[in-house]
């Protein structure tokens, strides 16, 4: 009862700042036996500041109000989106963390609030989104005041999910939230959450909504411990759905049954009505449970394939040169337009002059290209090609890169494990088909009713793992000494010969050690010599000549006034 | 004499025409020893490419040439084909190669005018003595070891813009023996804009020029000292001019004080600086450059100075050595120098040594890079000991001639019998 009254007097308040919040979740099972799961968590606000709200985040408000965030995107992602074989998800989004933001028109200083702004997140995610620098962001070719990044090596955990859980109304513990249980959540062969905040504008008048997503991807038969394709609720998120959220306007739980036809299963529970014939809802008021019994448990036809998709590799062997290969697939019978954004990082420095688009094997010229030349440790390669894909077509775009050779100290721990190299990003207006589910409107309901002939949809390529040369990590101090005793080879021998003369002398010659053997010899003889004052024999020394003094006998060689001078005397 | 010169001319370019045009060409131009950085056409094509998209090539951090070079490649590249691009940089090759043999032709006849002047002094059998026949053999030797080296081959072959700078630096010691001041000071200037280091030659340039004129030498050395710097300035202008922004200078030459790029080649920065502390950074990249460029000039200068040419090769071996993109065109073009001082050859005592570890350095390199980048069963540290020795031998190449200059100095003052009172003696630096 108190709950109630609470939740009632909740309810009122967010009436006064006129905010709205929904849940919703979107199950699809997808061929190949796995089952997909997108829970959208929307709040609409039509207050453009976010300082006093009830059911907006307050944390984030404080964030996009500080940073002048007109639209944000964040995606942390774990595992790969199967195009191919699973058609397109609600919100596409490569493994790592992704984000983007477009701030204010009129803001002036744009990389500090992006800085600002990335920071900000990555503490309120627990994420490492405060690695983003100029080195891995790009602006917008269009837009001065749009910023993207991707960090393809970000893991995805629990100190993920607990706070992003902490942003909903109802937090985890009623609603649909409390499906998502850590432990399940990252079992799922693909998980992925999502903050997508923008403004709905029309006629100038501005709504504001925030979808907290998140998609998950769960292989049946992993799941169901009998070996059969059967999922259930319980199943995939380990528990059923006690309570909903009273803060939301409605809790509902839609049912692709689509696929159906080629893999029928039958449902536990008969929904409450159907959407455009093959979407089952249910509207959730309490205790709510859902399995479904896959009748032929076999191997399983495989879908529609989708119009539109991807393939990305490296190609070469070494580590010297490479390639970077991105195919686009165009299974549709008509031509599409499509806009490839590839952003490559320094350390894969790209000639633009190998660039080559090529469609089903033959060259072809793109329709528009912008090329942005990297720096190193300063700026990404970025390049954007706009294509007109023939219908039923492979283009290839193909770029040669060399691998470059870091300092020690940049490379990452575990540096043979190698380099992420981040998706890249297609987009295109595709027709509607029947692989294609469109999620442009605020709500699940109103995107499965909407009627539009084409759609954008906007893929993102697998990303790479990429093996730098590396250096020997445990050599710095070996070989600053052993490059300074080779410079030091060249300055020994040229400091001599500028600054000294050549003299004869017919003192032997002693190597190294012995010499300076010898001196201490003589140095140590010299004062046991001198103590003993009555011995005056006087330590042997050696005459250097100083060729003034000598006179130059074809014969004798260098002779001295006193040599010849005693030679003389012989003679006589 | 002439047949054996047009024979060794006719096998330089046979060999170079069919490198050239073999698939041996990508594979010799992809090769770190010969390619670096500065000096690689691949990375020319992508700045012309990018030029010729109206993208800043100076934005990006693959094109290091300067702007004079980046339209003249602009041009070359659109109006010639590949074939006959090939072709240009063979006949720069040979241009080069004439240019050395006069110029060695002159220095030795020049050296003979000066011995026969002193003649009566020396013993006729005395070996000190450059016979006449020097004059006709030293420049073969010159034109031979540069159309036939496999480094300046190699070279070529990969079309590096070594080539020019090699072109433009025989132009410039051809002027220094005929003391032409002008075309000097151009071929000087236009050598060292891209390269940067080579413009330690100014000394042995303004040493010979002056010797033109007894009277005022001073006066002399200004002149060429702002000959030079006039040509530099305008042409640095003129290169303001082309791409109307500064940020050449921090590509061309930032890029080459600073060490950016630090791919493998056969100098000695690129490990040095990969396995640099960042603190110590700036302080080895002061010393390390002063003692590339500016270190030697002077005490070099002051102790060769009857001999520019010898200096001009001994600041050009030490730059080859120690510059921070070495490539081997620039070893080939000092080896090919070394004939030209025939005469200091008897004094040289470590030329097997030498001979050998070049010979082993050319082998190993390639062998250990495969093992390291291909094959990954070597390291780095592989690599780098094969750079390190082939430093070092090149290092006692260079010190082995300078002592052969000054024991040969010494002896033509005061006799080869080295004794003193009838006992043998040694010589000594003291």
Known sequence: MNVKCIGFLFVFIGQAYSESYNEEL??????????????????????????????????????????????????????????????YPAVDAPSGAEISARFHNDTQDVDQHWYGLTNALS????????????????????????????????????????????LLPCDSTRGLSSFLNSGRVHNANYHS??????????????????????????????????????????????????????LADYSKIYLDTSSNISVPYSISQEPDYFLKKNIAVYNLNGIFHLSAIVSRPKIVVSELRPLLYTDRFITGFGQEYGGLVTRIYNDHRSPITATVIENIPWFLPIYYHTLKVTSNGIRVTPKGLIYKPGKGRVRIYYLEIVLELAPRSVTEISVQFDYVFLKWQEYPPDANHGFYIGSAIVKATIPRHATSLTFDKSLIVDN????????????????????????????????????????????????????????????????????????????????????????????????????????????????????????????? | MEKLL????????????????????????????????????????EGVSLYNENINPYDGDLFHETPLALVFFSHLTSTLSDFYVSLVFIACDLITAFVLYYTSKIYTENLLKQQTKTKHVYNKKSKLLIPDDFSVINPF??????????????????????????????????????????????????????????????????????????????????????????????????????????????????????VRDLKPNIGLFWYFFTEMFEHFRALFVCAFQLNASVLYVIPLSIRLRHDPLLLATSLLSLTAVFKSYPSIGDVGFYLSLLPIHRHLFYFMQQAFIV???????TVFAPTVWHLWIYSRSANANFYFGVTLAFATTQIFLITDLLFAYIKREFALKHGMKRMINGKKARLMLD
């Open chain 1, 26 to 87: 979107f199950i699809k099972p997808l061929a190949t036996g796995y089952v997909y799961s997108f829970f959208q968590f929307t709040i609409i606000r039509e207050d453009d500041s976010f300082k006093h709200s009830t059911l907006f985040p307050h944390s984030l408000g404080d964030i996009i109000d500080r940073f002048h965030v007109s639209e944000l995107d964040v995606d942390l992602t774990s595992g790969l989106w199967r195009h191919k074989s699973w058609g």
């Open chain 1, 123 to 166: 503490g309120l995610l627990c994420t490492s989104l405060n690695f983003i620098n100029s080195a891995n962001s790009y602006e917008s070719s269009a837009h001065r005041v749009y910023r993207y990044s991707n960090l393809p090596r970000e893991n995805v955990c629990t100190e993920n999910l607990t706070p992003w859980k902490k």
């Open chain 1, 448 to 572: 499965i009713n909407s009627t539009g002939s084409d759609y954008l949809i906007c893929l993102k390529t697998e990303n790479f793992i990429i093996t730098l040369p590396t250096p020997d990590f445990s050599m710095p101090y070996n070989v600053i000494c052993l490059a300074c005793t080779v410079v030091a080879l060249a300055f020994g021998p040229i400091h001599n010969i500028t600054t000294k003369r050549l003299k004869l002398t017919t003192a032997k010659y002693v190597p190294g050690l012995a010499s300076i053997a010898q001196k201490l010899y003589v140095l140590l003889k010299n004062i046991i010599w001198n103590r003993n004052k009555n011995n005056k024999r006087k330590a042997a020394k050696v005459k250097v000549f100083a060729h003034e003094e000598l006179s130059y006998h074809p014969r004798l060689g260098h002779v001295s006034e006193e040599f010849m001078k005693d030679k003389v005397d012989c003679i006589k």
């Open chain 2, 141 to 258: 030797y010159v034109c031979s070891v540069y159309m036939l080296n496999p480094y300046t081959v190699f070279s070529c072959i990969a079309r590096t813009t070594t080539v020019f700078n090699n072109l433009f630096l025989a132009l410039c010691l051809y002027s220094m023996v005929k003391r032409h001041r002008l075309l000097g000071c151009l071929s000087l200037v236009l050598a060292s804009l891209p390269t940067f280091y080579t413009f330690g030659l100014l000394a042995p340039l303004m040493i010979s020029c002056a010797s033109n004129d007894s009277k005022n030498k001073t006066g002399s050395f200004i002149i060429t000292f702002l000959t030079c710097g006039t040509i530099s300035c305008s042409l640095l202008y003129l290169c303001y001019t082309i791409m109307n922004e500064w940020t050449f200078l921090d590509s061309v030459y930032g890029f080459i004080l600073n």
């Open chain 2, 6 to 45: 047009f024979f060794v001319y006719s096998i330089g370019i046979l060999i170079r025409i069919y490198l050239s045009f073999s698939d041996f060409s990508t594979s010799i131009a992809d090769r770190v020893e010969v390619s670096t950085p500065l000096n690689s056409w691949k990375r020319v094509i």
């Open chain 2, 355 to 361: 001979s050998c570890f070049f010979v082993g350095c």
């Open chain 1, 193 to 246: 959450l999502g903050i997508h905040f923008r403004p709905l504008c029309n006629a100038g008048k501005c709504k504001y909504e925030l979808r907290l997503t998140v998609s998950l991807v769960y292989d049946s038969v992993f799941i169901s411990f009998n070996n059969n394709y059967d999922w259930s609720l319980r199943k995939m998120f380990g528990t059923g759905l006690f309570m909903t959220c009273p």
